[in-house]
């Protein structure tokens, strides 16, 4: 990290108008660390733009070496055409190493000057020294001649040991270094290196004196990107500024101190020729030589292009191939204040042209932003419509918006086809209302556009109303929208054809969702399974994510390690595509939470929680927002924070009043908040409340769990245990057997307060029994039972693993997320291995598994060694949570 180091101060060796003066400089300690590193070799080669600091790194550095180092410093002048001069100079600093009067031999120019001998000279001096020696060369790159080039080669690939030379250049030299590249005699600094980091500019900012709020540091690092002399102007403005925050808001490259900096060191070095197409493309983001020979009229830009990147001039390539390039942001703003200064009539043609090539190349956002500078919003707007289909099929939400928020307030009444993009902004946001409302007018509008437009326009139309059943969680509503689903495709054209394939997916994405949504249809796996081939055949991935996203949560009623694997599948498809907190991840996430939830990973949970408030962004529909909300409250009733709890189930119960139909959970967002009322000492109105319910679910283990928690805190464990018992009879319908888990917990609580501490023991271990297969420990935690378990023996008990686990979170720790379970096969135990491993879980040792099986100590030493070869585990605990992992403890008490 980067320190305050109070070193002298330096100024610019040229200063131009608008140039900074003193400023205090920050120590640099990792290009400092990186020149000490880079002196074991020959040569070192500092390369990057004016302004990035060169000069003042290599003083600072040449300030902190041992005095015993000699060190020769030559500045090449600006535009030094005569090499003799140079040499000259270099041969006087390299004697001037010796403290003797430079004038016993004083060089001199000459008409007959020959190089290759000076470099001779300046190699025996430098021969003829014993201690260490540095030359820096800075500025070589104002050398003008191809003579001094080839005679510096000479000299660099010639240096005697012990010298180390040094070279600060704008750009990449003519020079022939590639044998001390390949011996690793060579080292370069580039400009990425140069760059100041975040922290850095932070740092300076500091020793400035300048207090600035983390995102205006950001800001202002950004806007820079590192660069040191925009940032070092930036300090010398914002030094006694009335309004920082604001000054860093409005800072560009187009400022009067950066812009006389950039034109002096920059735009007045180039011809004609280059100045004329950094101008005209510099209302570009991207350019590559075809569309700069375009706006420019003449050829030859990529050469240009390919020059001006060489020459570190603000262009940098964005591909590995080098076709494509931009400007740096505050070269950018320069140019475009120069351009409106010297070419103002033509800056409009300048994006049309854009425009236009932009959409023969398919690149119809670009294109859309350079009608909207052109002025053409009406041909802008329709754009925006044909390909917003496509658009939101890509993840690109926000990119919509920002194109929608620049059109002019009044367009938006003029061109009725922004409705379309308006009704997905608004449904992301969960804005349901307003995007119904904005879904109408763009279904009157794609009935009447022209025939050319309408196959987009009408499959838009068909999949918002798909998503916008979705969203209001109205399976019905999906249904009579997917109905095309059980026709064969068609479609006349390839596009048609797309189009086609594209919405066939949506249509299996949403019916699927719903499908899992709602309580009792089983076909939801299988239509998102189809969704995410299909995505993949036809290369959406991001819609591919969307259907396996809805599949983690889709899997996880019946199975929570199948739904975690799900959703760590799409999480991980998501990330690569750097879609990590996309609203499309929602319900992974979500699942994701809820899985470690019930297995007491609270720790981890949280982290997941936050994506996925990230992920929502202020989303309100009701249904992502129920069970945003419900796996909050999960989460809090585990920690024993029981007003968050209540405060999370509560809002979950809002948001489900607002849906039109009855869904999967439901049951146990109403019961968990009449429980944590409870809990919390409202007894009273959570007992009011469960009587006067009137719903369907008042028979079910979820509700009957509630009940059984109440009359427990009324103090009466005989109506408790008469709550329950349905449950754990299995006559009462539930969603999960994780209610029935919870419900032998409460009847073993119930128990133990009448002293049936038998039935109470046989309770626990028939909810541990239940909770085993899949680890599930938030029952235990959220129902207290933590002192009842501690009394149930742990000898007595076939899962003495879990019971530790349980107690552990009970005691406030969180378990930990185990490593991801390995895609291959699970490995194959006999049948005998699968006896003696589900004794492992107890504390029974070995002598005592072989009195329970009947079979000798040896025997059961050797399927233990088995077991844990195949399981790959190191001990018992490892084999345990192994097993756990691949389901091979599900089928009970072995006893």
Known sequence: MASIAGEPVHTPRRKQAGVPGPLRLIARDTLQTALDQAASRKVTVVAAPAGSGKTSLLRAWAGRQDERRGLAVVQVQRDQQDAQLFWLAMLKAVRALSGEPVGAEPPKASPDFDGAAMVDRVLAELAGRRARVTVLIDDVHELGSAEAFTHLTRLLTNLPDGVHAILATRRDLPLRLHHLRLEGQLAELRAADLRFSEEETRVLLTAAGITLSDSAVTRLHERTEGWAAGLRLAVLSLTGHPDPERFVAEFTGSGRAVAEYLIAEMLEHQPEDVQNLLLRTSILQRVNGELADLLTGRPGSTRILLGLEDANAFVVSLDAQ????????????????????????????????????????????????????????????ELLVDYSFGMMLDGQEETMQTLLEAFPGRTGVNFPELSAVRTMIDMVHGRLEEAAAHL???????????????????????????????????????????VFLDQPPAGQTDEEIALGAELRVVALMNLGAMEAFALGVSDGPRHLREGAALARKIGRPYLEVACLSQ????????????????????????????????????????????????????????????????????????????????????????????????????????????????????GYVIAWLLATRARLGAVQDARDALEALDSPLIDSGELRTARAVVC??????????????????????????????????????????????????????????????????????????????????????????????????????????????PTAAPPELSPAEIRVLRYLPTNLSRPEIADELSISVNTVNTHVRNIYAKLQATDRTSAVRRARQLRLLATGNPR
């Open 322 to 381: 080098r076709t494509w390039f931009r400007y740096h942001h505050m070269f950018t703003d320069l140019l475009r204040l120069e351009l409106r200064r010297s070419l103002p009539g033509e800056v409009q043609a300048l994006h049309r042209t854009a425009a236009a090539w932009f959409t023969v190349h398919g690149a119809h956002v670009e294109a859309v932003r350079h009608l909207q500078a052109a002025g053409d919003w009406s041909e802008a707007a």
């Open 440 to 482: 109408a007018v763009t279904a009157a509008y794609a009935a009447s556009a022209p025939e050319d437009r309408r196959p987009r326009l009408e499959a838009a139309v068909a999949a918002l109303n798909l998503s916008m059943g979705r969203r209001r969680a109205s399976l019905p509503e999906v249904m009579r929208h997917a």
């Open 551 to 666: 599949l983690g949560f889709a899997t996880k009623l019946p199975d929570f390690t199948a739904a975690r694997i799900r959703s760590e599948e799409a999480i991980a498809l998501a990330e690569e595509h750097g879609w990590g907190t996309a609203h499309i991840l929602a319900p992974a996430l979500i699942s994701l939470a809820c899985t470690m939830v019930w297995m007491g990973e609270f720790d981890d949970a949280e982290g997941v929680v936050h994506r996925v408030d990230l992920a929502l962004r202020g989303d309100e529909g009701p249904g992502i927002s129920t069970l945003a909300h419900l796996v909050k409250g999960m989460l809090h009733a585990g920690r024993f924070r029981l007003a968050e709890a209540a405060d999370a189930f509560g809002r979950a119960a809002e948001f489900q009043s607002r849906l039109p139909e009855p869904h999967a959970l439901g």
């Open 712 to 821: 427990l805190a009324e103090g009466d464990p005989d109506a408790a245990l008469a709550a329950v018992g349905p449950v754990n009879d299995r006559g009462a319908p539930v969603v999960h057997v994780a209610t029935v888990v919870e419900a032998n917990v409460l009847a073993a609580l119930a128990h133990d307060e009448l002293g049936a501490h038998k039935e109470a023991h046989e309770a626990l271990e028939c909810a541990l029994a239940l909770a085993e297969p899949q680890g599930l420990v938030l029952p235990f935690v959220m129902a207290g039972a933590g002192a009842v378990l501690e009394a149930l023996p742990p000898h007595r008990t076939a899962h003495a693993a879990l019971r530790a686990d349980i107690l552990d979170v009970a005691h406030g720790t969180s378990l930990t997320t185990p490593a991801p379970a």
